[in-house]
């Protein structure tokens, strides 16, 4: 691995703590692609059009109130139809990893369409390349998995009833200047909304066989994005439990654009059982694993293109 440059800094503050007591996912995140869009002004390619589309996400330890992060980052492969970018989240003062995460990014010509980068671009950047570290390296979602391909249709995962929220128009609040969701919003457009079914579990904390409260808490995750809706553009989440073992499962989400019935976004996780009172991890309670076992899909994974 080359050496990584730093290329954002941030503080846990009190509006990122969620219910678990730490900094929420989405902050992680957001860390992240700022990293990214600092790499992409170093290596001159703030100049070219790159839609940020695949966003792979390992949680190492969680972070508390106060700490001061900076994100590091490299470049780990380019080919003409994409650029990856590797990034490590860190505590500053102890430099223990927070989260590392691989960042896919999709050239676009003027016109927003997908494009390949010039023979010349190509080339000046691959004298840049460095390796994904093993700590950096994903170990239940597989990143060479296609969750586009094969995914299942709008009348598919109603059919199954696999509704997680409601029904729900895009605001403007979500949106940029263009009308768009921005970039650094589209996970909410899985989660935000009224829950339903098993989506109501939600945020809330169960009770343990041993006085634990439990809560589920993000080990790994990977979104890909095929489009952004606009302003007052109709759309629903749905999820599917693909996995699971002794302390986690494993879920692929996704959000469809309602009136046009087209898949918008897949957003697939791998959550622990998390004691909030002891701070360590749990046995998932043999009724939520009676519960969760009933819902199990594990055709719906996501695979490799054939």
Not at 87 to 106: I, K, N, Q, Y
Not at 123 to 135: K, N, S, T
Not at 260 to 288: H, K, N
Request: aromatic share 4%.
């Amino acid at each position: 691995m080359t050496e990584l440059r730093a290329t954002h800094e941030s503080t846990v503050t009190e509006d990122q703590i969620d219910h678990l007591g730490h900094m929420n996912v989405r902050y992680y995140g957001v860390n992240a692609q700022r990293g990214t869009a600092a790499m992409a002004g170093e290596l001159g390619l703030d100049r070219q059009h790159l839609r940020l589309d695949d966003l792979y996400t390992r949680h190492h330890r969680e972070q508390m109130l106060d700490t001061a992060l900076a994100v590091r980052s490299g470049l780990v492969d380019v080919q003409p139809n994409r650029v990856r970018i590797y990034h490590e989240l860190v505590d500053v003062d102890s430099d223990v990893l927070a989260a590392t995460f691989v960042h896919g990014l999709t050239p676009l010509d003027d016109d927003g369409a997908p494009c390949d980068l010039t023979d010349a671009v190509v080339e000046r950047l691959r004298g840049d390349l460095g390796d994904i570290p093993a700590h950096g390296a994903s170990r239940t979602i597989d990143l060479d998995a296609d969750p586009m391909f094969a995914a299942p249709t709008l009348e598919g995962v109603r059919a199954r009833g696999l509704e997680m929220r409601k029904p729900r128009l895009v605001t403007p609040d979500e949106c940029g200047s263009d009308g768009f969701v921005t970039p650094d919003l589209a996970p909410m457009l899985t989660w935000a909304g009224t829950p339903v079914g098993r989506g109501i579990r939600g945020d809330k904390l169960h009770d343990g066989p041993n006085g634990e409260k439990m809560g589920w808490a993000a080990m790994e995750t990977r979104m890909l994005t095929l489009r952004l809706p606009k302003v007052g553009d109709r759309i629903e989440s749905f999820g599917a439990l693909i996995g699971m073992a002794d302390k986690t499962t494993h879920r692929v989400h996704w959000t469809f654009d309602v009136e046009r019935g087209d898949l918008l976004t897949s957003f697939e996780t791998v959550s622990l059982a998390f004691d909030t009172i002891g701070r360590r991890p749990m046995s998932i309670p043999q009724w939520i694993r009676d519960g969760e076992a009933a819902s199990l899909h594990p055709d719906l994974a996501p695979r490799a293109c054939a």
